[in-house]
Antibody
Framework: QVQLVESGGGVVQPGRSLRLSCAAS????????MHWVRQAPGKGLEWVAV????????YYRDSVKDRFTISRDNSKNTLYLQMNSPRPEDTAVYYC?????????????????WGQGILVTVSS | DIQMTQSPSSLSASMGDRVTLTCRAS??????LAWFQQKPGKAPKSLIY???SLQSGVPSKFSGSGSGTDFTLTISSLQPEDFATYYC?????????FGQGTRLEIK
């Protein structure tokens, strides 16, 4: 069965760095685009970034562009989110999520599975 | 960015009721619309994609409809496990955007 397990969360000071990981299993990781989605405490869902199955394309929401980097290591079945210069407003539970099917097309498709989420708190 | 607006923000209903939740996009998104269910402290669960197609394993009590800018999620015969927050999401273009959610509560 599909499993997505996030790790690397915790408390980070504003302006420092943190890297989240998402270990994938139960499917051919290298065939699927992957997303990060976050949820601030008591708030709704907010899409953060996506990376194509082969890492050739990435898209970000404007508020994290030039600060966060999504990447993947298909040999390790792992997705990453490098968070540089985090701000207090980046405090949230971060979920990794999987595209529903493989596509070589450079366009968004639906998500089918989500990880359990990991809390990141940006505070001094 | 495409804005997604859900209504109502919250809804009280009784066991056995049939409810309809609404989602409106700020521009035409064809049928690139998904619905998710989220319970407190849990990850979202994918329910519907392409506006009306059920994800694998999702019971047929959930149904979606719409295209263009106006969409609905209908849940029939409400059971205790259906009381949750529901989000719509457009994936017609980046950035992907979510509605603010509809909280479905027991009356």
């Amino acid at each position: 069965q599909v499993q997505l397990v996030e790790s690397g969360g915790g408390v980070v000071q504003p302006g420092r760095s943190l890297r989240l990981s998402c270990a994938a299993s139960g499917f051919t990781f290298s065939s699927y685009g992957m997303h990060w989605v976050r949820q601030a405490p008591g708030k709704g869902l907010e899409w953060v970034a996506v990376i194509s199955y082969d890492g050739s394309n990435e898209y970000y929401r404007d508020s994290v562009k030039d600060r966060f980097t999504i990447s993947r290591d298909n040999s390790k079945n792992t997705l990453y989110l490098q968070m540089n210069s985090p701000r207090p407003e980046d405090t949230a539970v971060y979920y990794c999520a999987k595209d529903a099917f493989h596509t070589p097309a450079d366009r968004a498709i639906e998500i089918d599975y989500w990880g359990q989420g990991i809390l990141v708190t940006v505070s001094s | 960015d495409i804005q997604m607006t859900q209504s109502p923000s919250s809804l009280s209903a009784s066991m056995g009721d049939r409810v309809t939740l609404t989602c409106r996009a700020s521009q035409d998104i064809s049928n690139y619309l998904a619905w998710f269910q989220q319970k407190p402290g849990k990850a979202p669960k994918s329910l519907i994609y392409a506006a009306s197609s059920l994800q694998s394993g999702v019971p047929s009590k959930f149904s979606g409809s719409g295209s263009g800018t106006d969409f609905t999620l209908t849940i029939s015969s409400l059971q205790p496990e259906d009381f949750a927050t529901y989000y719509c999401q457009q994936y017609n273009s980046y950035p992907i955007t979510f509605g603010q959610g509809t909280r479905l509560e027991i009356k």
